[in-house]
């Protein structure tokens, strides 16, 4: 009897533990399913939407296709993330853009096109912009940019645009003796550093510069106003904010599964920074960059560009103010700006500006690097005007400041393309833009 009773004692037990034993295996099996459902359901989506624009509007088929080996084409994954880390994405996305025109990725059981038809980007950027959205970069972006101009689409963005646009009108008509003290702060800066005949590096000298003179024009006091110690930390943090970001947009639908709490605190750091000087816009109203160093990165390594460059900032007078006409008057200057941004604004979501009327909210999420971004606008627009404007007058002047500006003899000077590359939510050189300047 007493055995019975244990007998059926241990069949009570093995019952109630199997599910428990089993439970880990039975989330495994369900995600894994619930995964591949959505990848069919979403492909067959996707392939019915793409049959009917294709018919709507006469499209050919795209045949070329990046090769893949591995399911969902995790084997493509890998090297962008090995790509991402070394520093060398420029040339592995290199080997996707030189099988054609138009290629077909699929990625994540889900196709998308790489291009450079000139056709097939017109279309994208102007004829048929509003076509087209930031898709799942939003959600990967989110965290550091927040509500903004850079992770909005349709009328949100107009509006946004509008706004922006309306404040660099203002900026616009002021002199560019604006820019002076800024210019100054840098030369200094520079000055002190290459004081001991060292190599120096212009990276984080603009960095600064280009948050000194957008915050002062827009909002009325520098980003120096700040301490060194803030500064500091807050370049830091976006760095690796940065980073995160290009992480989660390469992990596409599943960049929610990248958040960790390194990531958080420094999009916190930088979101801070963005409310501290978006409250004391507001207050400004009431009462009244990177593209720089990336240009100096290519020239020190192109001598004969650099001296061609010189000779021309040479008609300009390093005693006075330089005007709006000057820069106009230095054609070659202008080329060298539009050939280097070109690959350093693929994906620049270095600013996100709400601007600023007085019953709009105002955010910054984040207002770094500003004039890169605005870089990429239409150089007769009032944006693209503050960027070329702001870059050519620090060029001209840290030629004028430093003549013999070069590339050290055991700095590499690697072929365009081939050095490393910081490419999360923008382009950078890694290891910095080393000069001697005296």
Not at 210 to 234: I, M
Request: hydrophobic share 45%.
């Amino acid at each position: 009897m007493l055995a019975a009773k244990n007998a059926s004692s241990a069949s009570d037990f093995e019952d109630a533990t199997a599910p428990s034993l089993a439970s880990p295996r039975v989330v495994v099996l369900t995600i894994l399913l619930a995964a591949f459902l959505y990848f069919y359901i979403r492909r067959r989506s996707q392939r019915t939407l793409e049959i009917a624009l294709a018919q709507q509007y006469n499209c050919e088929p795209v045949l070329p296709r990046v090769p893949y080996r591995r399911p969902l084409a995790l084997d493509l994954l890998k090297v962008q993330f090995e790509a991402l880390f070394s520093g060398h994405t420029l040339e592995a996305l290199t080997d996707y853009i030189t099988i054609a025109d138009t290629v077909r990725l699929e990625l994540w059981g889900v196709t998308g096109y790489i291009t450079t038809d000139p056709a097939n980007i017109e279309t994208i950027l102007s004829t048929r912009f509003d076509d087209y959205g930031l898709g799942n970069r939003r959600v990967a972006a989110f965290p550091l940019l927040g509500e903004g101009i850079f992770s909005q689409d349709g009328a949100p963005w107009k509006h946004s645009q509008d706004l922006i646009r309306r404040q660099f009108a203002r900026v616009q008509k002021q002199t560019l003796s604006v820019f002076e003290p800024h210019v100054n702060e840098l030369v200094e800066t520079l000055t002190d550093a290459a004081a001991a005949g060292n190599i120096v590096d212009m990276k984080p000298f603009f960095f600064e510069f280009t948050f000194n003179t957008t915050t002062q024009l827009l909002f009325g006091e520098p980003h120096s106003s700040l301490s060194r110690e803030d500064r500091d930390a807050l370049r830091d943090s976006f760095d690796y904010a940065a980073l995160g970001v290009g992480i989660r947009v390469r992990l596409a639908d599943l960049a929610l599964l990248y958040n960790p709490p390194k990531f958080r605190r420094a999009c916190t750091v930088v979101r801070d920074w963005a409310t501290f000087f978006a409250d004391k816009a507001l207050r400004y109203k009431d009462e009244v960059g990177e593209e720089k160093a990336s240009e100096n990165f290519h020239l020190v390594r192109n001598p004969d560009i650099l001296d061609r460059v010189r000779r021309e900032v040479s008609e300009i007078p390093s005693d006075m103010h330089i005007t709006r006409d000057q820069i106009q008057r230095l054609p070659f200057l202008r080329c060298c700006f539009s050939e280097s941004k070109m690959p350093s604004s693929a994906i620049t979501f270095d600013a996100a500006i709400n601007l600023v009327d007085r019953y709009a909210a105002l955010r910054l999420y984040p207002q770094l690097a500003l004039a890169m971004w605005i870089s990429t606008e239409d150089p007769g627009s009032a944006s693209g005007d503050f960027a070329l404007m702001e870059a050519s007058y620090a060029v001209v002047r840290v030629l004028q400041a430093f003549p013999n500006i070069r590339l050290p003899s055991e700095v590499p000077n690697e072929p365009v393309g081939a050095e490393r590359q910081s490419f999360s939510i923008a382009l950078s050189p890694t290891d910095g833009v080393k000069v001697l300047l005296t």
